[in-house]
């Protein structure tokens, strides 16, 4: 079950630099097939992939996601980070402009850093293997869920990395099992971990200041792209995320 430790849990009253709201706690999807079939189906893009996540749920699933994006409040799930940061996973219930942003705060930032946006037009991804690993294993609690499973899979579709290691598909593949009903998670975990959403891996280096970027041609955290953020913000970014 979806473990709820702290009053961190809930959700803020507003996220600075993110116009939206109101926010509303809803810890209980978690628990709930339908809402990852819906929250992944855009890790899912070649035919294989659709049909070993969607199957018979596609119509309640996609149901259930395009109710979570119209609702009054904006359903939000946060995990927590050290140095009182959070992460937060907003549904975007912009009418006409839906989507699921992946937000970075720090309590000494004036603004949350958005890294990532799955929507018409995706941007990102804004996380290597090895920094959605520490976040979902950090073991901090707090945020919607104490479950790194969940925590895992909830921040998968802001992921891409073509440098994943051997047993990246065996940690897909366990946290589809647990939460979800999927009935092969292991060819599951292979097909996205191979497609990688919208925006497909991308290639991670050390900029100038010894800092993580990557070559997403659609990524904030690709300093040559055109969504590129200043070195300055690039650089707390990757020390806020390091493992």
Request: with cysteine.
């Amino acid at each position: 079950m979806t473990a709820v430790t702290d009053s961190a849990a809930l959700p803020p009253a507003l996220i600075p630099g993110y116009d939206g709201g109101p926010f509303g706690h809803l810890p209980g999807r978690l628990d709930d097939h339908l809402f990852w079939v819906g929250h992944l189906h855009n890790c899912a893009q070649e035919e294989e992939a659709e049909e070993l996540l969607l199957g018979a749920d596609e119509a309640e699933a996609m149901r259930l996601h395009n109710l979570l994006l119209s609702g009054a409040e904006w359903p939000v799930f946060s995990v927590p980070l050290a140095g009182g940061r959070r992460f937060h996973v907003v549904y975007r219930a912009f009418e006409e402009d839906e989507g699921v942003d992946y937000l970075l705060q720090d309590p000494g930032w004036e603004s949350a850093e958005l890294l990532a946006a799955d929507d018409g037009h995706f941007t990102g991804p804004g996380l290597s293997w090895e920094e959605l690993v520490a976040v979902a294993d950090n073991g901090l609690p707090g945020g919607s869920t104490d479950d790194p499973h969940a925590r895992l899979l909830l921040l998968l579709p802001a992921f891409g990395d073509d440098a994943v290691p051997a047993d990246a598909e065996g940690r897909v593949a366990a946290a589809l099992r647990a939460r979800t009903r999927v009935g092969e998670p292991e060819r599951l975990a292979a097909a996205m971990l191979e497609e990688q959403g919208p925006c497909g891996p991308v290639r991670w280096t050390a900029a100038p200041g010894g800092y993580r970027t990557n070559d997403g041609r659609y990524s904030f955290r690709n300093p040559a792209g055109a969504y590129a953020r200043d070195a300055g913000r690039l650089e707390r970014i990757a020390r806020a995320l390091a493992p």
